[in-house]
């Protein structure tokens, strides 16, 4: 097996975990990649005109024509450490979350905490005076809202859990996310507004689901049922099995088709032993086959 082979193999047998992290890791390779050729061909600016369809723009004209940011932006990474970190944190509260959670709330979580994030930082930038200069130009990347809406719900859902880490030894997760969150999204917050109100927003999706859960409902649900419905357009279509069913018969009709078959038999029997196997038509060469496999 080649190691193309080996990744498709793990991706299509991964766990939806697994997917959504070979999914970041995908769009991060392809678009440093496509930052290589475009040097190569003296492209100016290479990574802004990538970006600009993969990054979600707080100015509303532009994301009117590019809706799809709302969720390519949460799987599209720039640098190296960026996506290292993200992804840490995605693997080590998703393997808590999934301890319980199913894997659909995992996705309905990751996307609609991304999507949660992408609307809360487009409605800061376009109400708040500090952000007008900068509005036409703004967009948000990355998968840190989404994480963050996961680490808020277990957290939410478990605070006691405990984790070992290393140097420290145990600590219950609520701790570890309320410290994840002072340093993603309110320290030194001037610097990265956009994205910290990106964190924001995913954190309060986290943290509704899990009360809404706690009261027995589900608020992913039908999000999933729709993503269930998107992606049966592209399966293929299994093919239909039709069976037909003979009418049953009685012992009469059933002896009485036996004794055919038997006499049909011995006539072609009698045939060979007279002429050889040669002599019989093609068609009671068929018939004696189907008839011995029959007995």
């Known amino acids: 097996m ?7 193999d793990s991706f299509k047998k991964g766990s939806p975990l697994i997917k959504l992290i070979y999914v970041n890791v995908g769009v991060w390779l392809a678009v440093n990649i496509a930052y290589i050729f475009l040097f190569l061909f003296s492209v ?3 990574s802004g005109k990538i ?32 996506i290292l970190f993200n992804l840490l944190w995605l693997y080590w509260f998703g393997i808590i979350f999934l301890q319980y959670f199913d894997t659909k709330k995992l996705v309905g979580v990751y996307l609609l905490g991304g999507v949660s994030g992408a609307l809360l930082y487009i409605l800061v930038f376009n109400l708040f005076p ?23 719900a ?33 320290v030194d917050f001037p610097t990265n507004a956009g994205g910290k109100l990106a964190h924001l927003g995913g954190a309060l ?11 027995g409902k589900d608020i992913t649900r039908s999000f999933n049922r729709m993503l269930d419905t998107f992606f049966s ?22 002896n009485r088709q036996k004794a055919e078959e038997q006499k049909e038999i011995d006539r072609i029997l009698d045939k060979i032993s007279k002429g050889g196997y040669d002599s019989l038509t093609k068609k009671e060469k068929e018939t004696l086959f189907r008839m011995s496999n029959k007995h």
Do not use: C
């Not at 989404?146 to 680490?151: D, T, V």
């Open 2 to 8: 080649t190691i193309w082979e080996g990744i498709k």
């Open 44 to 46: 100016p600016d290479p």
């Open 51 to 82: 970006l600009v369809w993969l990054g979600i723009p707080a100015y509303l004209p532009s994301l009117l024509t590019h809706p799809w940011t709302v969720f390519t932006y949460m799987f599209t990474h720039q640098g190296f450490l960026h």
């Open 130 to 152: 500090a952000f007008h200069q900068v509005l036409p130009y703004s967009m948000a990347i990355g998968a840190s809202a989404s994480i963050m809406a996961i680490i808020i």
């Open 154 to 186: 277990t957290a939410f859902y478990v605070p006691d859990y405990t984790v070992y880490i290393f140097l420290i030894g145990p600590v219950k997760i609520k701790w570890v996310a309320l410290v994840a969150f002072i340093l993603t999204t309110l």
């Open 205 to 215: 999706y986290g943290y509704f689901f899990t009360v809404q859960y706690r009261r």
């Open 233 to 254: 357009w592209f399966k293929p279509r299994r093919k239909t099995l039709h069976v037909n069913y003979r009418r049953p018969v009685d012992d009469l009709e059933y």
